[in-house]
């Protein structure tokens, strides 16, 4: 296996000067600014291409009819695949699981599915004999640091674009619907977390960065995951291992996240609206809809 | 050079045998992109343009990207790997085969004066055997006068990557006039005082008393490459960084 | 039938050595290519670069059905490139299947279906405009289709570029690929047919793969656009143009 990329003991030391003498980063950006964010949907329900700088991902969401756990007949089955290819840097291999990846698709498992966003109730379809099986695969294209806020970014914009065909139940006969017969629906979806990455530099993590590139990743001493909605949430917090840091600038970095978020959220928003209109035909297929639209937030 | 309009080729495309320059007594010299089948073809092996140089008769592809195939008396700036009994394990780019340095392939070295270096650290060298069945070797040394022209270790400062092809523009003997590269004169126009090293290998070296100065011309050299920027292009993104940067 | 022409982008992937993202009849694909890099024990060949390919599909995790296209593509992109140039080393091509076309009236699979052909021009076009960004020195450019025959009204007919319906219905399929000195290079069938039926197949898709434009320096205006499909050649050629031309916006 290839070594992994390491940049030079030059390159490290200017970094950190930069950080801490002049308090400037190498691209300029401020300390709590996001590389600029921008996301894409495909022509199919339910995939995200999500940039983030020079980090690259796309989220594809699919869904197929299954039979559920044993243990929990009521509940649909809700996974997150996240496995790096060569694509991502030549020293990821097929079926050998680095630590990034585990920490990645760790992360997505806590912020997406522990945080119960995809309300797994409804894609019962027969307690116990039917249910949907719902996978967002995430398939990075290019890394250059922070994939956990954008892959997390992915998955949710392309669970929230995503639709499942419909279904309808009659005389105990399960009937699936082709997207010609009848429009696929969204799915239920709760509440909307997102990943904001705080990284620390300096002896005793004084200084903190958000959405550090590859580079930075690469000097930093420690780094905090936070998990959180719109409203506030808060999800989850990952530190795994590195310096200790301060309990007030962890809360600290937590207010700004939630603002973040509720950027990020709003973004959200405004594509998948901006969505619905290139997609919306309207008139009579439009009227002929039964359904009425939910309310998710 | 040519003046005709730009004619692009793809691999395994025929070339005019009008285009290619003849010389009663100078042999025909193939630059990198072509190569020749004998008896008398030439084919390009790349995507790019084709240049001419009747003056000269030679001919090569030019065209950017790629990783950095080490060729011989390329300057390029590698990093420290590992230190051997009597070289050492130098990286010219991520997930390739390390070159060798001898320990003693630096100015007046000998046993005991060479250079200690650590993994991680850099230097500025000339590559001095690149054969494809062998690992590329290094000197940071002439072999003839034994002096170092600017070649060694190269310490603090901050390394930018660039694309192959912009740092082949920087080398050029007239980046100015040939490669439309204004960005350095601009920065130095500025009152920016700073020292520079490039690699062929799509490296450049920058360094200063000032860390702000080091900051401000990797993001010109990056920007100028990333955006394509052309000679006007370049001047405004220089007066618009100094400007943030006071 | 109407398919739009064939688009493609190049050097998407900013940190890879070169990139492609192709679309064309549904299919979307994206490649990353690095190389040549240093080569694993059990890859390393003391002649030759090893050509690594690797695809993967949209949804759900890489089968046996991955691994036959990966081989088939293998075996004929080591014969573009000119593998001898970088002995011990590894080119690696990366195939990222993003989107493939859709039956509204069948609901697909998570795993996609058993069928591999179809897809195979999508990816092998793919890489090889990722190899021409990453400026991996080659023999030769190539070009590829699909072609399936249907029964229609009793008789056979030769459809480019079929449609998922096309597919289903077709009693042959075949996926074909030239390269840039007109020489067959890939060749897959899946099906019955008789020898009459794969020349015809072979006819329609040189026709496709290499009707190139007179080569007129730099233009290439072919516009006949007589159902024959699209001409892959002239679009190959035009990407890179585009390509070459911003490399050296500077000369």
């Known amino acids: 296996m290839p070594r992994e990329a390491e940049p030079s003991a030059n390159e490290k030391a200017f970094l950190l000067k930069a950080l801490q003498d002049e308090q400037i980063r190498l691209d300029g950006r401020e300390f709590d600014a996001y590389r600029p964010l921008e996301l894409t949907f495909g022509d199919e329900y339910g995939v995200a291409n999500v940039s983030l700088g020079k980090t690259k991902i796309l989220a594809k969401a699919s869904a197929e009819v299954t039979v559920p756990f044993a243990d929990r007949p009521l509940d649909g089955i809700f996974t997150i695949a996240t496995e790096l290819s060569p694509m991502t840097a030549p020293h990821f291999e097929v079926n050998r699981p680095t630590e990034t990846e585990v920490l990645l698709s760790r992360l997505l498992e806590k912020t997406v599915r522990r945080s119960g966003a995809l309300d797994t109730e409804s894609l019962c379809l027969v307690a116990g004999q039917k249910c949907w099986s719902v996978r967002v695969d995430v398939h990075v294209l290019s890394h250059d640091g922070n994939l956990t806020d954008a892959a997390c970014f992915a998955v949710v914009a392309a669970l929230r674009h995503f639709r499942k065909p419909d279904t309808s139940m009659e005389n105990g006969v399960l009937t699936v619907y082709t997207p010609a017969e009848r429009e696929p629906v969204p799915l239920g979806w709760l509440h909307s977390p997102f990943c904001v990455t705080w990284s620390f530099f300096g002896d005793e993590g004084e200084t903190a960065l958000l959405d550090a590139d590859w580079m930075e990743e690469q000097v930093r001493v420690a780094s905090v995951t936070i998990s959180l909605n719109r409203h506030g949430e808060i999800c989850q917090i990952a530190k795994l291992g590195g310096v200790p840091v301060e309990a007030v600038a962890l809360l600290q970095c937590t207010s700004v996240a939630l603002t973040k978020v509720k950027e990020f959220s709003t973004y959200l928003d405004s594509k998948l609206a901006e969505d619905a209109k290139r997609r919306d035909k309207g008139g009579f297929m439009a009227e002929l809809r039964a359904e009425n639209d939910r309310v998710v937030g | 050079m040519s003046t005709e309009s730009p004619l692009v080729v793809l691999p395994g495309e025929s070339i005019d045998p009008s285009l290619i320059p003849t010389h009663h007594k100078n042999p025909l010299r193939l630059g990198p992109g072509l190569r020749h089948i004998p008896p008398s073809e030439i084919v390009p092996t790349v995507a790019g343009q084709l240049v001419v140089d009747n003056r000269k008769t030679s001919m090569w592809i030019e065209y950017n990207g790629g990783r950095y195939i080490p060729s011989q008396n390329d300057l390029i700036i590698g990093q420290i790997v590992r230190s051997a009994t009597d070289f050492y394990y130098v990286s010219l780019s991520p997930y390739t085969p390390n070159a060798t340095l001898p320990h003693l392939a630096f100015e007046s070295a000998t046993k005991k004066t060479r250079p200690q270096l650590s993994p991680g650290e850099l230097v500025y060298a000339r590559v001095s055997l690149a054969n494809k069945h062998m690992d590329p070797e290094l000197e940071c040394v002439s072999p003839s006068t034994g002096k170092a022209d600017g070649l060694g270790p190269l310490k603090d400062g901050m390394v930018f990557d660039v694309s192959l092809g912009f740092a082949r523009r920087l080398l050029m003997a007239k980046s100015r006039e040939e490669g439309k590269v204004e960005v350095l004169e601009a920065l130095g126009e500025d009152g920016l005082g700073f020292e520079i090293a490039v690699g062929r290998n799509g490296k450049v070296w920058v360094n200063s008393e000032s860390t702000k100065t080091v900051v401000l011309v990797g993001r010109a050299l990056r920007e100028t490459d990333e955006k394509n920027l052309g000679v006007e292009a370049q001047r405004k993104l220089v007066k618009k960084l100094v400007r943030e940067m006071r | ?251």
């Open chain 3, 1 to 251: 039938m109407t398919i739009a022409a064939p688009e493609a982008s190049l050097n998407a992937l900013p940190r890879a050595d070169g990139s492609a993202r192709y679309s064309y009849a549904g299919y979307t694909v994206t490649a990353s290519v690095n190389g040549p890099i240093e080569a694993q024990r059990r890859d390393e060949h003391a002649y030759e670069a090893h050509v690594d390919v690797i695809v993967r599909p949209a949804a759900g995790v890489g089968g046996t059905r991955e691994r036959h296209l990966e081989s088939i593509l293998q075996s004929s992109l080591a014969q573009i490139i000119l593998v001898k140039n970088f002995p011990r080393s590894v080119i690696q091509i990366v195939l990222q299947i993003e989107s493939t076309p859709e039956n509204a009236y069948v609901n697909t699979k998570l795993v996609q279906a058993s069928l591999n052909l179809p897809i195979i021009p999508a990816l092998f076009q793919t890489a090889v405009l990722a190899l021409l960004s990453a400026t991996v020195p080659m023999k030769a450019t190539a070009t590829s289709t699909v072609v399936a025959v249907v029964l229609e009204d009793g008789s056979k007919k030769i459809v480019a570029d079929p449609s998922p319906k096309d597919i289903g219905e077709a009693t042959s399929l075949h996926a074909l690929a030239f390269t840039s000195h007109d020489e067959l290079l890939l060749s897959e069938s899946e099906g019955d047919f008789t020898v009459k039926e794969w020349d015809d197949v072979y006819e329609r898709a040189q026709e496709i793969c290499c009707q190139s434009a007179p080569k007129q320096a730099g233009v290439d205006m072919m516009l006949d656009d007589d159902a024959s499909g699209p001409d892959m050649r002239s679009f190959l050629r035009s990407a890179l143009e585009t390509k070459v031309a911003s490399d050296l916006y500077w000369k």
